[in-house]
C-alpha cells in the first residue's frame, strides 16, 4: 500500500534561515508527487507537483526515487510562509484518481 | 466565479440528529471527494466519486453516507451525529488532464454535542 509519511509534526525556524520540509514515500510504481499548503483560515491548495518541476513562493521539491524522498526547500523563509504543509502522492497508474496525505508539517518562521 | 462552496460553515447540533453538509462546484469537475481533518491536521479521505451515481468508501471508515445525482452536487450525510463526528470536513473536487490538482472548499466545523 502506498504511503507518505512526514517525520516533521512542528518545524520552527527564524525569517531568512533556509528551511526543508521532509516527505518520505512508500510505493511501487511510479508515483506523482505533490505539496499542499494550508494558511491560517484559508483554504487547503496546492503548492506545487512533482512533474512541473517548478518554483512557487520560492520553494522548490525534487523528487528523488532512489531515496523515495520528495522534500520541500525553501533557501530564505519568510514569515508568511507560516502555515500547515501536506505530502500527497497520486498513484499514476491505472484509474486511480485519489491523492494520499501525509500528516502535515507546521511550519512556524519566527521574525 | 468558478468556486467550491460547502455549506454550513460552522455547525454545533444535538447527539442523535441528522445532518447533511453541502458540498457544490461549479468548476465543472467529474471528480469529487470528502476529508475529514482531526485535531491534529491530519486529513482522512473518508468518500469520493469520479462522477453522477457513482460513490465509494475512502480510506477511513466513516458512518456517513454520500450521494451524486448532480455534476456539481455532492452532499454528506450523518444519519444520527454523536460527539466523535465533531471535526473539520473538506469537500474537494479535481481537474483531469495531467493536472489531477484538487480544490477545496472552505470546510464546515461540525461540533456534536
Known amino acids: 500500500a502506498q504511503r507518505v509519511t512526514q517525520p516533521e509534526k512542528l518545524l520552527s525556524v527564524f525569517k531568512g534561515a533556509p528551511v526543508e520540509l521532509k516527505c518520505n514515500y512508500s510505493?511501487?510504481?511510479?508515483?506523482?508527487l505533490f505539496w499542499y499548503v494550508q494558511y491560517s483560515r484559508q483554504r487547503l491548495q496546492l503548492l506545487l507537483r512533482h512533474i512541473s518541476r517548478e518554483s512557487i513562493k520560492g520553494f522548490t521539491a525534487d523528487l528523488n526515487k532512489g531515496e523515495t524522498s520528495f522534500h520541500l526547500k525553501k533557501p530564505f523563509a519568510q514569515e508568511e510562509d507560516s502555515a500547515m504543509y501536506y505530502c500527497?502522492?497520486?498513484?499514476?497508474?491505472?484509474?486511480?484518481?485519489?491523492?494520499?496525505f501525509g500528516k502535515g508539517t507546521l511550519l512556524t518562521v519566527n521574525p | 466565479e468558478a468556486d467550491i462552496y460547502q455549506t454550513p460553515r460552522y455547525l454545533v447540533i444535538g447527539t442523535g440528529k441528522k445532518i447533511t453538509l453541502e458540498c457544490s462546484q461549479t468548476?465543472?469537475?467529474?471528480?469529487m471527494y470528502w476529508y475529514q481533518q482531526d485535531p491534529g491536521m491530519e486529513l482522512h479521505l473518508i468518500h469520493y466519486?469520479?462522477?453522477?451515481?457513482?460513490?465509494e468508501k475512502g480510506d477511513l471508515s466513516s458512518e456517513s453516507t454520500v450521494s451524486r445525482i448532480r455534476t456539481e452536487h455532492f452532499p454528506l450525510t450523518l444519519e444520527s451525529a454523536r460527539p466523535s463526528h465533531t471535526s473539520q470536513y473538506l469537500c474537494?473536487?479535481?481537474?483531469?488532464?495531467?493536472?489531477?490538482?484538487?480544490?477545496f472548499g472552505p470546510g464546515t466545523r461540525l461540533t456534536v454535542t
Open positions: 474537494a473536487s479535481q481537474t483531469g488532464g495531467f493536472s489531477y490538482e484538487q480544490y
Open positions: 468548476m465543472g469537475h467529474d471528480k
Open positions: 466519486s469520479y462522477g453522477v451515481n457513482s460513490t
Open positions: 510505493y511501487s510504481g511510479s508515483p506523482e
Open positions: 500527497a502522492l497520486r498513484d499514476s497508474g491505472g484509474s486511480n484518481y485519489k491523492l494520499t
